[in-house]
C-alpha cells in the first residue's frame, strides 16, 4: 500500500514536470514501455526488488535495456536510485500511463464477454459507454467463458453486467427467495 502511494506521487510529479515541458506524451510511450517490459521479463522485476543488487547496478542495468528513453524518463530512475524506492518503478510507470489518460481525459473499459467480441455486440457496448461516461474510451475485450454469454462492462468504478450467467443467479435467488 505504501509502494503504491509513493508510485503515485513520483508519478504525479513526473507528468506535471513533462507536462510543463511538453513532452507528456513521449513520456507516456516510456512509461508504457518500461512497465510492459518489467511485467514481461521476470528476471528484470526480480532484480529491481532485490535487497542484494546495489541501486547503481540496477540502474545501469536499466539505462542498457532503454536507451532510447527521454531525459525526463531517465531523471525518474535517478530520483528513485537516490531515494532507494527503484522497486516502484513499474507501479509508478502504471500509475504515470493511468493519471496521463485522465488528463487526456480518456478511459479505459473492459469489456468480458464468453467469445470474442463481434463487431454487433461492440457497436452495443459502445452505446452502453455512452450512457455511462462522457470520456472517449479504450476498449479492452477478456474473453471468460464462464459467463455463457452477453457481456460485463466496466469502465472506471462503473460495471454494467449484462451476462447470462448473472440473469441465472438473479433468477436462482429469485426461486430461493420465494
Excluded: C, W
Excluded at 542498457?64 to 530520483?79: G, I
Excluded at 454487433?120 to 479504450?138: F, N
Amino acid at each position: 500500500m505504501a509502494g503504491t502511494r509513493a508510485a503515485i506521487r513520483y508519478a504525479k510529479a513526473i507528468l506535471s514536470l513533462a507536462s510543463d515541458k511538453n513532452e507528456a506524451e513521449v513520456v507516456n510511450n516510456d512509461m508504457k514501455s518500461i512497465a510492459n517490459t518489467i511485467s514481461e521479463h521476470n528476471d528484470l522485476n526480480q532484480m529491481l526488488k532485490s535487497a542484494v543488487v546495489k541501486s547503481e547496478d540496477k540502474k545501469a542495468v536499466l539505462i542498457k535495456v532503454f536507451p532510447n528513453l527521454n531525459p525526463l524518463s531517465l531523471e525518474l530512475f535517478n530520483v528513485l536510485v537516490s531515494n532507494k524506492r527503484l522497486e516502484i518503478l513499474e507501479d509508478t510507470a502504471v500509475k504515470y500511463s493511468i493519471l496521463f489518460d485522465e488528463m487526456k481525459g480518456k478511459e479505459k473499459a473492459t469489456v468480458t464477454t464468453a467469445v470474442p467480441m463481434t463487431s454487433d455486440l461492440e457497436i452495443k457496448v459502445l452505446a452502453k459507454i455512452k450512457e455511462l461516461t462522457s470520456k472517449s474510451v479504450e476498449l479492452e475485450n477478456i474473453v471468460d467463458e464462464s459467463i455463457l454469454g452477453g457481456f460485463i462492462l466496466r469502465v472506471g468504478d462503473t460495471q454494467y453486467n449484462a451476462s447470462i450467467a448473472n440473469k441465472l443467479n438473479k433468477l436462482k435467488r429469485e426461486f430461493t427467495l420465494n
